[in-house]
């Protein structure tokens, strides 16, 4: 049975997840306005591995006999002013996720739960892949500019990303 302290603090992090994957959505959204389909659809699959990342806690909480309670979905940001804007503010969003990550780490920790540090050791290594994608292509983005050929060549390459279902392990 899970405790009630880790159960809240799941809940919550259920709703950071799918914050994450509602303003990944339309971080893909401003990216298509803009034409760059290719980025967008990179975002896209971000936003079924935000989706995974819900449905991991949601399992774990069920798993461990209890309840599951959903709360509201913040509206995300609708416009930015460039695909390096979009960028950054998923670095920045991805080290906010981090913290919550080690915060609920440093609970589990506090309260001798063993079984949720086993599964939140998932997310700490998922967490420095996460952070190290947005920075790398924030850093890109920067580097060539909001136009020309090169931005056009990173859009195709971004647009490469396919979703890869998670293993029969459940990771
Ligand atoms: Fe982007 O890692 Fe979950 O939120």
């Given at each position: 049975?899970?405790?009630?302290?880790?159960?809240k603090?799941?809940?919550?992090?259920?709703?950071?997840?799918?914050?994450?994957?509602?303003?990944?959505?339309?971080?893909?959204?401003?990216?298509?306005?803009?034409?760059?389909d290719?980025?967008?659809?990179?975002?896209?699959?971000?936003?079924l591995?935000?989706?995974?990342?819900?449905?991991?806690?949601?399992?774990?909480?069920v798993?461990?006999?209890?309840?599951?309670?959903?709360?509201?979905?913040?509206?995300?940001?609708?416009?930015?002013?460039?695909?390096?804007?979009?960028?950054?503010?998923?670095?920045?969003?991805?080290?906010?996720?981090?913290g919550?990550?080690?915060?609920?780490?440093?609970?589990?920790?506090?309260?001798?739960d063993?079984?949720?540090?086993?599964?939140?050791?998932?997310?700490?290594?998922?967490?420095?892949?996460?952070?190290?994608?947005?920075?790398?292509?924030?850093?890109?983005?920067?580097?060539?500019?909001?136009?020309?050929?090169?931005?056009?060549?990173?859009?195709?390459?971004?647009?490469?990303?396919?979703?890869?279902?998670?293993?029969?392990?459940?990771?």
């Amino acid at each position: 049975m899970i405790n009630e302290k880790i159960r809240k603090a799941f809940n919550e992090q259920i709703n950071h997840e799918l914050f994450s994957a509602y303003l990944y959505y339309s971080m893909a959204a401003y990216l298509h306005s803009i034409g760059l389909d290719g980025m967008a659809q990179w975002m896209h699959v971000q936003v079924l591995e935000e989706m995974l990342h819900a449905q991991k806690f949601f399992d774990h909480i069920v798993e461990r006999d209890g309840k599951v309670e959903l709360e509201a979905i913040e509206k995300p940001q609708l416009e930015w002013i460039s695909a390096l804007e979009v960028f950054q503010a998923a670095y920045k969003h991805e080290q906010f996720i981090s913290g919550r990550i080690n915060d609920l780490m440093k609970l589990s920790r506090e309260e001798n739960d063993y079984a949720s540090q086993g599964m939140l050791q998932w997310f700490v290594d998922e967490q420095v892949e996460e952070e190290s994608s947005t920075s790398k292509i924030a850093r890109q983005l920067e580097l060539i500019g909001e136009t020309g050929n090169a931005l056009l060549m990173l859009d195709k390459e971004l647009g490469a990303r396919a979703y890869k279902p998670p293993q029969a392990t459940g990771e």
